[in-house]
């Protein structure tokens, strides 16, 4: 059964024009000149083809949902004393603006706006006790980069996202998909747009390892198929023109193209020929959902992400990252307003999330597929940083609120954050980490920083913490100095 998507929102297109789908696939394939001296040795004879782990891995697919801009820990997964609002209420009295329900797990409670996540519960692990780097005045764009790469900015090398290392080591699961696919991250009229490429990217492992991006999941199928009013066979001649000139050398650009920029460039030319031409381009095509279904994911862009994920999954997708889309000030950067805003934001991402883990157990996936859902830092109503290093606060926060828009998380915490892990091996309906019940409210037991979160996303998947690749013959690791330390006690 099929149905219209033309009642959504749409984007302006103009960013990701259909024309330039063989370049998509391949963005920044022709700038691979410019750091080939260091990815030269790995990358160049890398072939994108499916590889076994190093050892027995739980999980064959990752999915990383990201709450872009910084999920407050006490309003989501970590309930404390709920204190409602009154104008003259003390700031210092606010550690949690949301009563707290009950889930499928008995113990354990979460904030009210996420009663359908509470029902599903019980298919996963909870974190309490993420801690964040220090790194200084906090800003978004570092601390995104540090949890997507492992590695603190900046770097003398470029360090690659998480799906890019994971596509390297394992290749796609099935041919015919890119192995990391990035979903609901724009970077059109973003303010920080370059920022947020620095992370998205190959990096050091050249760039047929950069994410496949459809910045919007209502535009999915677009990115598949040949332009409006153009024939397939006519889009066919056009890629074997184009293949043939970049076997000759020569760049879309015209300018000569090096050893490596071209034969980068020609597996990923030959990579979205091979999607446009297989059956798991429906994956992108979410009219061809079931209307029930559909309706279920249609909340927001975050939403119907979901569901391209899970469709994808189903394909043989191995690395996806869903994201509620950073923007400075919107979503999750909840710099005023943080219970109403954080209110409307729940109702949009709860049903999917818990829809995306119930339709992938039903399919039997869940078991090899493993779910994470984090964000870059939490919030706090009163703190910036950690306690014990406090830095410049960066939001102003009224010791005694008179108005609603400053009932609220609005100060960057990165002394706890909650993570949810489901599926590919882990522990169902438990609890991991303790955070003390009153401000602060930081990490007491268990902390588990990014780089061990990374030995142990990347463990499910039978990828070594010391994996690395050569970069001017030292080595350069998945996890820094490849130090990442699995928790073993979050597996079954």
């Known amino acids: 059964m099929t149905h ?209 991006r459809v910045p919007d999941p209502r535009q999915a199928v677009n990115i598949v198929k040949p332009p409006s009013g153009m024939s397939l066979e006519r889009f066919r001649r056009r890629y074997d023109t184009f293949r043939k000139m970049v076997s000759d050398g020569v760049g879309a650009d015209g300018k000569t193209l090096s050893d490596a920029q071209r034969d980068a460039l020609l597996r990923s030319v030959e990579q979205a020929h091979r999607l446009m031409d297989s059956s798991a381009a429906k994956a992108f095509d979410l009219s061809l959902e079931p209307k029930e279904s559909f309706d279920t994911y249609n909340t927001c862009k975050f939403g119907l992400g979901c569901l391209l994920a899970r469709r994808l999954v189903e394909e043989g997708a191995r690395f996806i990252e869903v994201t509620t889309e950073y923007g400075p000030f919107l979503q999750w950067d909840t710099h005023d307003n943080g219970h109403t805003r954080l209110a409307k934001l729940k109702s949009e991402i709860d049903a999917p999330i818990a829809q995306l883990v119930l339709d992938l157990e039903r399919r039997g996936l869940l078991d090899r597929t493993l779910i994470v859902l984090a964000s870059e830092f939490s919030r706090d109503c009163l703190l910036e940083g950690k306690p014990e290093k406090p830095v410049e606060n960066q939001v102003e926060q009224p010791a005694v609120l008179k108005e609603l828009k400053h009932y609220g998380m609005h100060r960057h915490f990165t002394g706890a954050s909650s993570v949810l892990m489901f599926g590919g091996g882990v522990k169902q309906g438990f609890l991991y980490g303790k955070t003390a019940a009153e401000r602060p409210c930081t990490t007491i037991k268990n902390p588990i920083n990014v780089m061990d979160l990374h030995a142990t996303m990347l463990h499910a998947l039978g990828i070594a913490p010391d994996y690395h690749v050569s970069i001017e013959q030292r080595p350069f690791y998945v996890t820094q100095d490849g130090n990442g330390q699995l928790h073993a006690s979050l597996f079954q």
């Not at 072939?47 to 407050?72: E, N, R, S, Y």
């Not at 006490?74 to 309930?79: K, N, S, V, W, Y």
């Not at 764009?141 to 900046?154: A, M």
């Open 4 to 212: 219209d998507l033309t009642d959504l929102p749409r984007p302006d297109m103009r960013g990701s024009s259909r024309r330039a789908f063989l370049s998509q696939i391949s963005a920044g394939a022709l700038a691979a000149g410019a750091t080939e001296n260091l990815w030269a040795e790995t990358a160049s004879s890398s072939k994108q083809q499916p590889k076994h782990p190093a050892f027995p891995a739980t999980a064959d697919t990752l999915i990383v949902l990201w709450m872009a801009g910084g999920m407050a820990h006490t309003e989501t997964f970590d309930p404390k004393r709920y204190v409602p609002f009154e104008p003259g209420m003390k700031a210092d009295d606010v550690l949690c603006t949301f009563p707290s329900i009950k889930t499928a797990v008995d113990g354990i409670e979460i904030t009210e706006g996420f009663e359908k996540v509470a029902s599903v519960l019980d298919r996963g692990t909870l974190i309490r006790s993420h801690v964040l780097g220090d790194l200084g005045t906090i800003l978004h764009s570092r601390h995104q980069y540090h949890w997507h790469t492992g590695y603190e900015p900046p770097q003398n090398v470029a360090a690659p996202h998480l799906g890019a290392w994971i596509a390297h080591a394992l290749g796609p699961k099935n041919p015919a998909l890119p192995a990391f696919i990035d979903i609901g991250q724009g970077y059109e009229g973003n303010g920080e747009s370059e920022e947020l490429k620095a992370f998205q990217t190959g990096g050091c492992l050249g760039s047929e390892f950069n994410p496949f």
